[in-house]
Each structure stands twice: as C-alpha cells, then as structure tokens.
C-alpha cells in the first residue's frame, strides 16, 4: 500500500467513525421528537447536550490529527446542531 | 514516505495531541490544588470532570481510529484520573 493510499484509508475510516457517533446522537434526538407530546423527560436535553460536547470534542481531534478537512468537521457538527435545534423549537413550541 | 512512515508519523502526532491535552488538564489541576487552601471554586469540580469525559472521548476515537494503541490510551486516561483522585482526597480532607 503507498502511503496515500493509506491516508486516504485512515480519512475514510475516521469519517465513518464520526458519522457513526454522528447517528447515534441523531438517533436520540428523534427519540425525544416521537415522545414530545407524550413523555418528555428532562434529562434528555442534559444527555444531549453532554452528548454534544463529546463529539465536537472527537470532531476537534480528527481535524487537529489531519484525517478530516476542517470545513467537513464543521459541516458534521452544524447538520447536528441544527437537528438538536429543531428539537428544542419543538419543546418550546409546546410550553 | 512509505506508508509505514506515515503510519508512525500520525500516530505519534495524535499521541502527542492527546498529551498536549492530556497536560492542559493536568495544569487546571494543579491550580485547583495550590489554590486548596486560600479560595476553592466549587465550580472546579464540575469543569475538570466535563474536561475528562471530553477527553476520554477523544482516547476513544484515537484508538477506534487506529492511531493509539488501546493500552496506551487507558494509560494515559489513568494517569489523569490518578492525578484527578489525589486533588479530590485533598479536597475531602480539608473539609
């Protein structure tokens, strides 16, 4: 293997490592979305928001470790945000 | 470069990122701990342990990303969690 070769892998690989996480967190969010109108539990926006913090911390770090683009970084963290804001528009919407 | 230079080459710039880090957190410790005596924060407590679950998720996604080796990464999670235990023991015998 040459050695872009397996940079291009080590990138690939850490991509598909923050999109995995990436979904996990999307995955929660669509939880408390489904449940709005019947069970809201409150710790959820805690979890979310610790959740959050986590993966912008790993996002950081494969950025600072060069095997993701800095603009594709953002572009992961900002599609989360913006679903985690449509959440809580939907929670105060709901108050 | 051959691909095994590469290899070495990201892997001991991660180490060395989580090091930096790892070190970062280390020095909000020692402050807490030189301060024990004369003005102590309750709010250390709090960011020292959001500092470690963010970077104990970025351990994590060095290691799943293939370029820490996992007993590594638990050293030097371990040593920083050391570091942490000894500051709260101080804290429990000072009150």
Redesign the interface.
């Known amino acids: 293997?040459?050695?872009s070769?397996?940079?291009e892998q080590?990138n690939m690989?850490?991509l598909s490592?923050l999109q995995e996480d990436a979904d996990k967190i999307e995955k929660l969010i669509e939880v408390q979305m489904e449940n709005l109108a019947t069970r809201y539990c409150p710790l959820y926006e805690e979890v979310l928001d610790?959740q959050m913090?986590?993966?912008s911390?790993?996002v950081?770090?494969?950025v600072?470790?060069?095997?993701v683009n800095p603009l594709v970084g953002k572009q992961i963290l900002s599609k989360l945000e913006r679903t985690l804001a449509l959440l809580y528009e939907a929670l105060n919407t709901k108050e």
Chains 1, 2 share one sequence.
Do not use: V
């Open positions: 293997m040459t050695s070769d397996l940079q080590l690989k850490a490592l610790t913090f986590g993966f911390k790993e950081d770090f494969a600072r470790a060069g095997l």
